[in-house]
C-alpha cells in the first residue's frame, strides 16, 4: 500500500479507479457483469497499482436508469449477485489492500421503491412527506418550471391523488424529501448498514441536487440556451439544486462516515468557487472530497489546465484535499476528447497533480467511445434526447479482456466495438509500449515516490504548448513537463549531471531525448 504518515488519513494518497460493474467482467454469463466478475479480475487492479475500487450502484433496481434508481438501499440485485457474494468479494478485495466505495444514490429512489410504492397511495399517508408533492399550477400543469437533467418537466403528475411529485432525473427517479427528518435517519441508517459490512466510503451521486428550495420558485431562463445543449439548460438550476441546507446534511454524513474512518466523495458539478462549500467548514464539515471535474471541463491545452489547476489549488478551503477526475460513466472518454496520443500525456497529468486521482474503466486502456448503433441504445438519456451527443452508451460498453472480447460467454447487454478488441487487457499487458503498460509505469512510480503522491505543488506554469509544475516534500523535487502540443519543444531542462534525468516518459519507446519534449511527450524529472 501507499506510503503514508500516520496523520495523512488513507484516502489522501489513495489512487481510485471506478468500475461500472454492468460492463466490468460477467462471471456467470448473463451478459451484464457482475460482483463475482469484479472478484475474478482483482488482480488485474492490483497489477494496475490502483488501491480504491468505487463501484457504480449494485442496490436493487428496475435498471430504468442502470443502478441510479434504486429500489432497495439495503441489498443487492439478483444481477450483480447476492449479499454473500458482496460480503465475499469486500473480504477479497480487503486481503489484497484494496479498499471498497459504493455509490449511494440520496437524491431520488425508484419509483418502485417501497417508500414511493407507499408515498404515492394517498395524501395522508405516512410516507406522503418522504417525496416531494406539490399541487398543479392553476392552469393544471407542473407546479413550476423545472426541468429534469434529462430534458421535460421535472414533474410527473400522478393521477391517484392529483399532485405532481418533483423528479430531477426521470419520471422512475422521485426525488425524496431530505427536508424530512424521518428521511434523513433512514438514509443514514443506509449509509450505516454498509460501513457495518465493512465498506471503505461511498460516492454520493449528484449531492448537489438533494434539497431543493422551500418556496419552489421558478429558475431564471438561460439567455445563453440553444436547442442542442440539452434542454436543462433552458433555465438556470438556482434554486433546484445547491440550497444552503445540504451542507448540515453533508456533515451528518461526514461524522457518520469519519466514526468508521471512511471517506465520501461527492458527486457535484458547479463552478470552483461553489464547489469549494462543500468540503464545508470547521463547524460544519462536508465531504472528504467534492469531485473536481477541471480536467472534464478543460479546453486541451496548457493555458487553459495552468489556469485551472492554479484556480482550484488557490480555491481550496484550509485543510481541503484535491482530487481530479479524467473521465466517468457520464462523460465522453479522454481518449476520444483529445485523441490517442494526448490521453497519454493525460494520464501522466492526472497521476502526478497533487491530488486524489480517479481513473475510469477502461481509460487505462485508452479506449475511445464506442459507437453504437442505433437500434442498440440503452441510455435513457439518449433515447429521450436523441441526437445531440449526450448519450452515455459509449463509455458504458464491456471492458475488452482479450482478442475475443472475454467480458462474457453470453450476448453482452451493450455490444462491443469491434474497434475496442484490438486494445484488450490481454494485448496490452504484454506490450511495453502500451496505454496500459503507461498507467501502470505511472501508478507504481507514484506510489513508491511520496512526493508525487503527497508531496506539494508549485510552479506550475504554461508556456507555449508545454505545461510545467513541480511536486516536492521538501527534499526531493520532481518537474512534470507536458508538450500539449503535436511539435517537438526544446526545453532547457536543468538535469544536474549523475543525480536526475528523466525518470518516466509518455513516449512509447520509452525513453526520453535530453534535449527535447517530442509531440504530446510528458516527463517527469527528479530534479533535486
Ligand atoms: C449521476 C450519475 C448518472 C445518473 C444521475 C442520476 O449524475 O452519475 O449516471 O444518471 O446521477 O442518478
Not at 434526447?385 to 448519450?391: A, F, I, K, V
Not at 464491456?398 to 453482452?412: S, V
Given at each position: 500500500m501507499t506510503i503514508v504518515s500516520s496523520a495523512q488519513p488513507w484516502w489522501q494518497a489513495a489512487t481510485i479507479y471506478q468500475i461500472y460493474p454492468r460492463s466490468f467482467a460477467d462471471a456467470n454469463g448473463d451478459g451484464v457483469g457482475d460482483l463475482n466478475g469484479i472478484a475474478d479480475r482483482l488482480d488485474y487492479l492490483v497489477d494496475l497499482g490502483i488501491d480504491t475500487i468505487w463501484i457504480s450502484p449494485i442496490f436493487?433496481?428496475?435498471?430504468?436508469?442502470f443502478g441510479y434508481d434504486?429500489?432497495?438501499?439495503?441489498g443487492i440485485d439478483p444481477r450483480f449477485g447476492t449479499l454473500a457474494d458482496f460480503d465475499a468479494l469486500l473480504a477479497k478485495a480487503h486481503a489484497r489492500g484494496l479498499r471498497i466505495l459504493l455509490d449511494f444514490v440520496p437524491n431520488h429512489s425508484s419509483n418502485q421503491h417501497a417508500w414511493f410504492q407507499q408515498s404515492r397511495t394517498s395524501r395522508d399517508d405516512p410516507k406522503r412527506d418522504w417525496y416531494i408533492w406539490r399541487d398543479p399550477a392553476p392552469?393544471?400543469?407542473?407546479?413550476?418550471?423545472w426541468i429534469s437533467d434529462f430534458g421535460s418537466p421535472a414533474w410527473t403528475y400522478d393521477a391517484a391523488t392529483g399532485q405532481y411529485y418533483s423528479r430531477a432525473f426521470l419520471p422512475e427517479q422521485p426525488d425524496l424529501n431530505w427536508r424530512n427528518p424521518a428521511v434523513r435517519a433512514a438514509m443514514l441508517d443506509a449509509m450505516r448498514f454498509w460501513f457495518d459490512r465493512g465498506v471503505d466510503g461511498f460516492r454520493l451521486d449528484v449531492l448537489w441536487h438533494i434539497v431543493k428550495h422551500a418556496g419552489f420558485p421558478d429558475n431564471p431562463p438561460n439567455p445563453d440556451y440553444h436547442p442542442g445543449m440539452g434542454e436543462m439548460h433552458r433555465v438556470h438550476q438556482l434554486h433546484s439544486t445547491d440550497q444552503p441546507e445540504v451542507h448540515v446534511i453533508a456533515a451528518e454524513m461526514r461524522e457518520l462516515a469519519d466514526r468508521y474512518g471512511a471517506v465520501l466523495v461527492g458527486e457535484i458539478y458547479l463552478p470552483v468557487p461553489k464547489l469549494m462549500t462543500y468540503y464545508g467548514s470547521a463547524d460544519l464539515p462536508g465531504v472528504h472530497l467534492p469531485f473536481n471535474f477541471q480536467l472534464i471541463e478543460a479546453r486541451w491545452n496548457a493555458a487553459d489546465l495552468a489556469a485551472r489547476i492554479v484556480e482550484y489549488e488557490a480555491a481550496l478551503p484550509p485543510g481541503g484535499w484535491p482530487n481530479w477526475v479524467?473521465?466517468?460513466?457520464d462523460r465522453p472518454r479522454i481518449a476520444t476528447r483529445v485523441g490517442p496520443a494526448q490521453a497519454r500525456v493525460a494520464a501522466m497529468l492526472l497521476l502526478t497533480l497533487r491530488g486524489t486521482p480517479t481513473l475510469y474503466q477502461g481509460d487505462e486502456l485508452g479506449l475511445p467511445d464506442a459507437r453504437i448503433p442505433t437500434d442498440r441504445v440503452q441510455d435513457p438519456r439518449e433515447l429521450r434526447?436523441?441526437?445531440?451527443?449526450?448519450?452515455r452508451d459509449p463509455v458504458r460498453t464491456?471492458?475488452?479482456?482479450?482478442?475475443?472480447?472475454?467480458?462474457?460467454?453470453?450476448?453482452?447487454w451493450l455490444p462491443v466495438d469491434p474497434a475496442h478488441l484490438p486494445l484488450n487487457v490481454a494485448a496490452q499487458a504484454a506490450d511495453p509500449a502500451s496505454m496500459l503498460a503507461l498507467y501502470r509505469r505511472l501508478l507504481a512510480l507514484r506510489r513508491a515516490t511520496p512526493p508525487l503522491a503527497t508531496g506539494a505543488i508549485d510552479t506550475v506554469t504554461a508556456s507555449g504548448d508545454v505545461l510545467r509544475y513541480d511536486r516536492s516534500d521538501g527534499t526531493t523535487r520532481y518537474r512534470i513537463l507536458l508538450n500539449l502540443g503535436d511539435t517537438p519543444v526544446p526545453v532547457p531542462v536543468p538535469v544536474p549531471v549523475g543525480t536526475v534525468g528523466a525518470v518516466l516518459t509518455t513516449d512509447p519507446s520509452g525513453t526520453a531525448d535530453p534535449h527535447l519534449l517530442r509531440p504530446a511527450e510528458g516527463v517527469i524529472v527528479k530534479v533535486s
Open positions: 436493487p433496481s428496475p435498471m430504468a436508469d434504486v429500489a432497495d438501499y439495503t392552469d393544471g400543469g407542473p407546479p413550476n418550471n479524467l473521465g466517468n460513466h434526447e436523441p441526437g445531440l451527443g449526450l448519450g464491456p471492458l475488452p479482456w482479450d482478442a475475443a472480447g472475454g467480458f462474457t460467454i453470453g450476448e453482452p
